[in-house]
């Protein structure tokens, strides 16, 4: 995974919106890039994107805050998402969301003090056939059990 930009650096966001700003409707493309590049929404983001399209503060901020896949809070060095789509629902992904949590001491949608966890819940991430499917990064764990959460975490550690 490419290295994320600090917060501090303005110039990546104001290319982004300079990238875009023509195309109408541009807002969400603007929003998702800048997450990429510097992994989440903070408000200093948001307000150099309402200022150099010139819109208000607030309409930036509604549409971060609308939609799931934005976040304002930075994520931990290992994201961690639980799949709680119908087929890893019934196949137990609940019990697997809170081993992870009572192992971790995390709470979902929240990031641990030392910024090393992060913890989600996802909807269905099209691996249904492994239901329950939880992932780590971009490292999928299929057909998971409670009893094998630990030894998933573990290489995390
Ligand atoms: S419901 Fe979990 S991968 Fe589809």
Redesign the pocket.
């Known amino acids: 995974m490419a290295e994320l930009i600090p917060v501090e650096n303005l110039d990546v966001v104001k290319a982004i919106v300079a990238e875009h700003k023509e195309v109408p409707g541009c807002l969400m493309q603007i929003l998702q890039d800048t997450q990429t590049k510097y992994g989440y929404l903070p408000i200093e983001l948001q307000s150099t994107i309402a200022d150099e399209l010139d819109i208000p503060l607030t309409e930036v901020y509604g549409v971060a805050t609308f939609y799931s896949q934005f976040t304002l809070k930075p994520k931990g060095k290992y994201k961690i998402s639980v ?1 709680l ?5 019934v196949r137990g ?1 609940q019990g697997v969301m809170d081993k992870v949590n009572n192992i971790l001491g995390t709470i979902v949608g929240e990031t641990t003090e030392d910024g090393k966890y992060s913890v989600d819940a996802t ?6 056939g ?4 939880m992932m780590v990064n971009e490292e999928v764990f299929g057909r998971m059990t409670i009893n094998e959460v630990p030894a998933v975490l573990e290489k995390f550690n």
């Open positions: 799949c789509g119908t087929a890893c629902y992904s909807r269905c991430v099209g691996a249904c492994l239901a329950p499917v």
